[in-house]
């Protein structure tokens, strides 16, 4: 894979997906996404949502154990749980309090009702328990470093960036397993060298591989594990907020979008690798919405939006993106088609801090910004978090009241019905009445492995920081 992450023991402060995905085999959650991003019971047995009363109880497995031997039970979980509230971790907003109820079973108390805390617990490091024994004895640097979970497999050593080894852990609660009796993470930051070291049979599976080199596994004999990413479709978003850019006028970002050829995108960009975006979500998403319009491609209609929105010879403006070879190719060929109408867009392509500093923290920006993709399928969440206006995250995107309002009714929402129906609700709103992003694919992720592996989990949910250990084996 890529990235090992800052901490692969300590939960509150895993921050990346990568991160995650890295620990899966020793640390596991309360909960899980299954294979259309709802969520399903692990370490956890059950759940019961209250909304009125703005709590969650949440029914624990029984026999489990720490790889140190100590009992998972109400009070481990209520020790993980406070950590990362204490550490401010994405999902704690709301916490107001954990309570054992009995050995089995807790309580966690909300200041207010959120329907998408769950998905919190289910593939981000909140979600995560390790062992508060081993953490109390020897401190949080020490946790940092050696992850004492529950997983299949046992932590053996860690040197960072290089690689991660674990050993079967035999007091695996699902008995039986893992079947494998080690496992070896290794990061490669280099693309080119990921590729040819899957390709050689230096590894067995290849996270995080690029759709420009998929047909070429595919053909060396390799065989590839397809899935869609979390909740989002890649898209541009532009400074709606600011009332002096042209961007502020709905009929400009409409034109932008009936000028972009998406299904071409799909074909060049990424080799077919991919899905025409229509909206934020990918089909087969529970909140997709069938019932959007959209702006399908036509250059003619984008060309007589721009004349009625006072543009009739275009005007000029600026892409920003997150600067990788793919990025470059695709927003190469979407500066074409926006050229092709009148919009004289020059790319802008920015580093991760630069962008983030735009992005994610409050900044302005000019023209066009790339949004992102979270790896968490609970779209309201994904919402409210970063695409809701006024915040930290894409400040100068426009969020109309009934958009937002529409948000704050998905998260309240006391069950999944609710909540499927108000996510629907923001898709129309975003798309059809407002055209708050320039929507144009929903990519794949790629993992490639060796004929001889089954059933690693990678890309089996939308949220692809996990995957199974556990039911990992080989045929050589």
């Known amino acids: 894979d890529v990235s090992d992450g800052a901490s692969i023991g300590y939960p509150a402060k895993l921050l990346t997906a990568g991160g995650v995905r890295h620990v899966c085999p020793g640390v596991e959650t309360l909960f899980r996404f299954d294979k259309d991003g709802k969520v399903i019971p692990w370490l956890a047995l059950s759940r019961k949502d209250d909304a009125k009363g703005k709590s969650m109880t949440i029914t624990l497995r029984k026999g489990v154990k720490f790889h140190d031997g100590t009992d998972f039970d109400s009070e481990a979980v209520k020790w993980n749980l406070e950590q990362s509230v204490g550490a401010k971790q994405m999902g704690t907003e ?3 309090s954990v309570d054992v109820i009995d050995p089995y079973t807790v309580r966690i108390n909300l200041t207010e009702w959120d329907s998408t805390i769950i998905s919190q617990l289910s593939a981000q490091g909140l979600g995560m328990m390790v ?3 081993g953490c109390k004895k020897n401190g949080v640097e020490w946790c940092a470093k050696n992850p004492v979970g ?8 860690w040197e960072k960036d290089t690689r991660t080894v674990w050993k079967k852990f035999p007091g695996y ?9 080690e496992i070896v993470w290794t990061p490669i930051f280099d693309a080119g060298t990921r590729v040819m070291s899957i390709k050689a049979g230096e590894v067995d599976i290849s996270a995080t591989i690029a759709a420009k080199d998929v047909a070429d596994l595919e053909k060396s004999g390799l065989v590839i594990a397809r899935g869609k990413v979390g909740s989002g479709s890649v898209g541009l978003i532009g400074d709606s907020a600011n009332t002096k850019s042209p961007w502020a006028d709905i009929r400009v970002r409409q034109a932008a979008q009936h000028a972009i050829d998406t299904a071409a995108l799909v074909k060049t960009v990424f080799r077919g690798e991919g899905e025409p975006a229509n909206q934020f979500i990918y089909k087969g998403h529970w909140g997709y919405n069938p019932a959007i319009v959209g702006y399908p491609y036509d250059p003619a209609k984008a060309k007589a939006l721009l004349k009625q929105a ?3 010879n275009g005007f000029k403006t600026k892409i920003i993106y997150r600067q990788n070879p793919q990025e470059d190719e695709l927003f190469t060929a979407v500066q074409g088609y926006l050229r092709a109408v009148g919009i004289d867009a020059d790319l802008d392509p920015a ?3 630069r962008y983030d500093q735009i992005a994610t923290l409050g900044g302005k920006w000019e023209g066009l910004i790339m949004n992102r993709v979270s790896p968490n399928p609970d779209v309201p969440g994904v919402m409210s978090a970063i695409y809701a206006g006024d915040g930290q995250d894409y400040a100068f995107m426009t969020a109309p009241p009934d958009y937002k309002k529409a948000i704050e009714n998905a998260i309240a ?9 108000w996510t629907k609700e923001i898709m129309k709103l975003m798309v059809d009445k407002y055209a708050l992003q320039i929507t144009l694919l929903c990519r794949y992720d790629f993992v490639a492995q060796q004929k001889y592996v089954y059933n690693h989990g990678l890309n089996g949910t939308p949220a692809n920081a996990m995957w199974t250990p556990a039911d990992v084996w080989l045929d050589k």
């Open 94 to 96: 709301k916490f107001k």
């Open 150 to 157: 529950t997983g299949p497999f046992q932590f053996v050593s």
């Open 351 to 353: 580093q991760k801090g």
């Open 173 to 181: 609660w699902q008995k039986g397993k893992p079947y494998l009796d």
């Open 310 to 312: 006072g543009y009739p």
């Open 131 to 133: 062992s508060p024994t």
């Open 413 to 421: 929402a006391p069950d999944f019905a609710g909540k499927a129906k």
